[in-house]
């Protein structure tokens, strides 16, 4: 038997797991870090305790596992997506801590380029929306920040990496700096049609070219890791930043394959094949990966919240002891009695787009019981998941006929059959919740020849679960319609939002 080492960088831990070549989890170490908030809306992660957390939990999920070292063929790595990182390039030290995606310090910068007009040239060169969200704008405030850094970055001597980048360099002593596509395409500095650094907006932000890593196949050999490390070298060969892995994990492989991720938020995915779309429901265009030499696209959108209203059911309302009560919760009554729940805390994501909408509870009565509003609860993740679904299959064209899911709100069974109903399609959970690792796992095992090719994959035995859609079509229907008109009542606390049409 082999195996393969997944690293999961994530937001707030890193995680390692060691897989069989059959795809099942052998060991796992996990550890949370420190995140650091200096304002209001910053956040910020300290580069080498990302790399020192994750590198202790290779070698406890190693030692866990108990195998002989030279079973383990490849590693991968996945990784919280766009958070920015520059260091020296001889010394690997950080100029400034790691600012995370969350980060929103260089709002105003991004809103002096969509004000200075260009929206559409950014969209159309790297499939985003301008936003604080992506690396750009926190390379360039990181550069103004450290004094003297535009100088030594324009002699090469600092590199700019996502979080895949400065793990491969550390692993690899420092010998490479690189990454794969479906990071690339995260930074807003990546033309995803041309498939290379975009001169024009590198020029933009005035940030010089010499400090981006390579961009590799998402299954190239990236490197081996120095041997002190774990006792041998192990051939690093597979990136992919941590929604794209989720999709391969979950073998979203053909065009039209569509996942959903119900973590703290939900994140939709799907593989539109070797085109991409530019989309009119506000989701973004993202390279998926480019397995050996062959690029695929993904529509993505964005549900702020979904665990976390599970969470405040638990916390601030004190309906339930814990997020699993919630099912059963759901299931005692028999509908939510005419209760609709917006979560609409942060705003409101894809597609409706309006930052300034707030949760809104519709349709009280007298006979309200805490049961609908959990009930509702769940309903609202299954219905705003079924927007953004909707949305995609309005700008693809293309009509997709089963939704993979996972994540930890996916443990909750009343919700993937209310979403079955929804869809009026099948709901697929995986066995393993650990589609984003697992991705990370086949991407190295391609990479390495573990596999042959996705087909291979494909036929690993895999125990799924699938929810049927039962409910009749002019309930749903009448559901759907007044959970729009609810959608509507939330945004009128903000600017007004956007419906995709209706069925
Ligand atoms: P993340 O990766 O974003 O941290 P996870 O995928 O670990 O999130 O999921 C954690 C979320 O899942 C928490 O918000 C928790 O409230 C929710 N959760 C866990 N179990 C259930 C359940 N049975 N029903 C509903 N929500 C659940």
Redesign the pocket.
């Known amino acids: 038997m082999k195996y393969i080492l997944a690293l999961d960088a ?1 937001t ?1 831990s890193n995680r390692a797991i060691l897989f069989d070549q059959l795809g099942n989890i052998h060991s796992v170490a996990q550890k949370e870090f420190q995140q650091f908030f200096p304002h209001p809306g910053w956040v910020e992660q300290n580069p080498k305790e990302i790399v020192s957390t994750t590198l202790a939990m290779a070698v406890e999920a190693i030692v866990q596992g108990n195998i002989p070292r030279e079973s383990i063929a490849a590693i991968g790595i996945t990784n919280q997506r766009e958070t920015t990182i520059v260091w020296d390039r001889k010394t690997g030290e950080p100029i400034y801590n790691a600012i995370v995606w969350q980060c929103r310090r260089t709002a105003d910068q991004a809103e002096e380029l969509k004000k200075k007009g260009y929206t559409n040239a950014i969209r159309e060169k790297t499939g985003l929306v301008i936003d604080a969200y992506f690396s750009a704008t926190k390379i360039k405030y990181i550069l103004d920040a450290v004094p003297g850094s535009y100088e030594r970055a324009k002699k090469g001597e600092l590199a700019f990496g996502t979080v895949d980048s400065y793990l491969l360099y550390h692993l690899t002593g420092g010998k490479v700096h690189a990454t794969d596509p479906s990071n690339a395409c995260r930074t807003m500095l990546y033309n995803i049609v041309e498939e290379k650094w975009d001169e024009e907006i590198l020029e933009l932000l005035d940030i010089p070219k010499e400090i981006l890593p390579e961009v590799k196949d998402s299954n190239a050999l990236f490197g081996e890791s120095d041997p002190q490390l774990f006792g041998r070298s192990i051939p690093i060969s597979g990136i992919l930043g941590d929604q794209q892995a989720a999709l391969f994990g979950q073998m979203c492989f053909d065009k039209g394959e569509v996942k959903n ?5 939900a994140f939709v995915l799907m593989n539109t094949g070797g085109e991409p779309i530019f989309s009119q429901h506000g989701l973004l265009t993202s390279i998926a990966w480019k397995l050996k030499g062959e690029i695929s696209y993904a529509l993505e959108g964005s549900i702020f919240t ?3 209203a ?2 405040w059911l ?1 916390n601030e309302m004190n309906f339930i002891e814990k ?2 009560d ?2 059963k919760m759901a299931q005692s009554v028999e509908d939510t009695n005419g209760v609709f729940f917006v979560p609409a805390f942060t705003g409101l994501g894809t597609p409706y787009w309006d930052s300034n909408a707030r949760g809104t509870l519709l349709g009280l009565s007298n006979g309200t019981k805490k049961e609908h509003i959990v009930r509702a609860t ?1 309903e609202s993740i299954a219905l705003m998941s079924y927007d953004v679904i909707h949305a995609m299959e309005l700008d693809s064209g293309i009509e997709h006929s089963l939704l993979k899911v996972d ?3 996916a ?2 069974e009343f ?1 993937l059959e209310f979403q079955a109903n929804i869809l009026q399609e099948e709901v697929q959970r995986s066995k393993t ?1 650990e589609s984003t690792a697992l991705g990370a796992c086949f991407m190295a095992g391609l990479g390495v020849g573990l596999y042959k090719d996705t087909e291979e994959i494909k036929k690993m035995c895999e125990d799924n679960t699938i929810f049927t859609p039962n409910m009749d079509l002019s309930t749903r229907n009448e559901i759907l319609s007044r959970w729009h008109n609810a959608i509507k009542t939330a945004s009128y606390f903000g600017d007004g939002t956007k419906l995709p049409e209706e069925d």
């Open positions: 994530g707030t991720t119900y973590g703290t938020g979904c665990g976390s599970i969470s638990k997020p699993e919630s099912e769940l994540g930890g709100v443990k909750n919700l919740l």
